[in-house]
């Protein structure tokens, strides 16, 4: 399948500028006190599902839908306690892993926005 275009797949160039922003994304996960513990000691898997579902979502290959089913954000993270203080920690490491992603302010306002957004719709417990 050809990436949908003007998609920020298309904008960043497809698949790598995903796995760099996971890269840093997990850089920081790894030294958060709250966040750390809620992962694997080995974040292969884990970093690829994220690569790959990022991708779907902003318009590369279906790959992640293909292999995993449907993403079912919610439930696949319904183990994980998710209050407020996991989600600040999650969009505080993504946020800045985004910034560092060289896209054009308007584009990184809308990506930062859905981060925000689906953190915020992750949050499972008081």
Do not use: C
């Not at 599902?49 to 449907?70: A, I, K, N």
């Amino acid at each position: 399948m050809d990436p949908t275009p003007n998609s920020l797949y298309s904008l960043v160039g497809g698949e790598a500028w995903f796995a760099a922003l996971v890269e840093r994304f997990y850089a920081g996960v790894v030294t958060d006190v709250v966040l750390a513990p809620l992962y694997p000691d080995d974040l292969t898997d884990s970093k690829a599902h994220m690569t790959g579902f990022l991708v779907q979502y902003w318009g590369g290959p279906q790959t992640y839908s293909e292999e995993r089913g449907h993403p079912r954000l919610r439930m696949r993270h319904a183990a994980f306690g998710i209050d407020e203080s996991v989600r600040d920690a999650w969009v505080r490491h993504m946020a800045a892993s985004v910034r560092a992603g060289g896209l054009e302010p308007e584009v990184e306002e809308q990506v930062l926005a859905y981060f925000d957004n689906a953190a915020t719709h992750l949050i499972n417990r008081p």
